[in-house]
């Protein structure tokens, strides 16, 4: 695959919109730790992601996948974060990719996944500060541009809507009801969080569905599970479970179909 043909294919879109979120956040915020953490992130996760390729007698591929993961990583974990919890959790991420596989193909979202170790191991702060989160409202405005281009691109559409207006709708009912901290959900950064998971990390191609009846499951479930999480418990972590919720739900729809 030539640099031109890559740049064109779905990694290469969320790669560069990445990319340009890092920087325009880093720059906007006066806070180079932003960059630095994309490099150690990125270097991190490319390094694991070959070392793992080896041990498998994997054929060697471009790690494009160990780079948005990494860029992922980077863009959510808060950039007080220790450069030591940076590396450890593309690690983790990078690990799942390759331990908890079927058919060659990662079951849950790698950057979810090691993103919810890493609370779960190291207490690590999650900011989202490259959704924009401590920016601007009106810079939210990249945020749909570039969640639209990528969701264009993969043929998500069935899937981001479905999770964004359940999502939406869920929150509403639980402000109607005072249940939860709705209100708080509807305000940054935790609006940004969801705009970028939806756009950015719901659409990830292999661990979800392809037909539009799936995807309207998928990202229904993910919404789902995410809003009760944080009705509950509150945090920033709802988002990355609700995620994981739906990627085992494709992979158990993938086996039972198996067996029809």
């Known amino acids: 695959m030539t640099l031109q043909q890559w740049i064109k294919s779905p990694k290469g879109y969320v790669a560069i919109a990445m990319v340009a979120y890092l920087v325009i956040a880093s720059m906007a915020t006066f806070d180079i730790k932003g960059i630095t953490h994309g490099l150690v992130a990125v270097g991190g996760a490319?390094?694991?992601?070959?070392?793992?390729?080896?041990?498998?007698r994997k054929k060697r591929m471009l790690p494009d996948g160990a780079l948005i993961t990494g860029l992922i990583v980077a863009l959510i974990l808060s950039t007080s974060t220790s450069w030591v919890v940076v590396v450890a959790t593309v690690i983790l991420a990078i690990v799942s990719k390759y331990v908890l596989v079927y058919r060659k193909k990662p079951i849950f979202n790698p950057a979810a996944m090691g993103l919810l170790l890493s609370v779960l191991i190291f207490g690590a702060g999650e900011s989202w500060w490259g959704s924009f989160g401590d920016l601007p409202v009106w810079m939210m405005v990249l945020l749909f541009a570039g969640g639209y281009a990528i969701t264009g691109r993969v043929n998500k559409f069935p899937q981001v809507f479905s999770f964004l207006g359940t999502y939406f709708v869920l929150l509403l009912l639980m402000g109607l009801f005072h249940t939860g901290d709705a209100g708080d959900a509807l305000r940054t950064p935790f609006i940004n969080a969801v705009l970028f998971c939806g756009f950015f990390m719901v659409t990830d191609l292999p661990t979800s569905p392809a037909k539009t009846k799936d995807q309207l499951v998928f990202g229904i479930l993910a919404a789902i599970?995410?809003?009760?999480?944080?009705?509950?418990?509150?945090?920033?972590?709802?988002l990355f479970i609700g995620l994981l919720c739906a990627n085992l739900y494709h992979f158990l729809r993938t086996r039972f179909a198996i067996f029809l």
């Open 46 to 56: 490319i390094v694991a992601d070959v070392l793992f390729s080896l041990v498998n």
């Open 225 to 238: 599970v995410g809003a009760l999480i944080y009705g509950l418990f509150g945090g920033l972590m709802y």
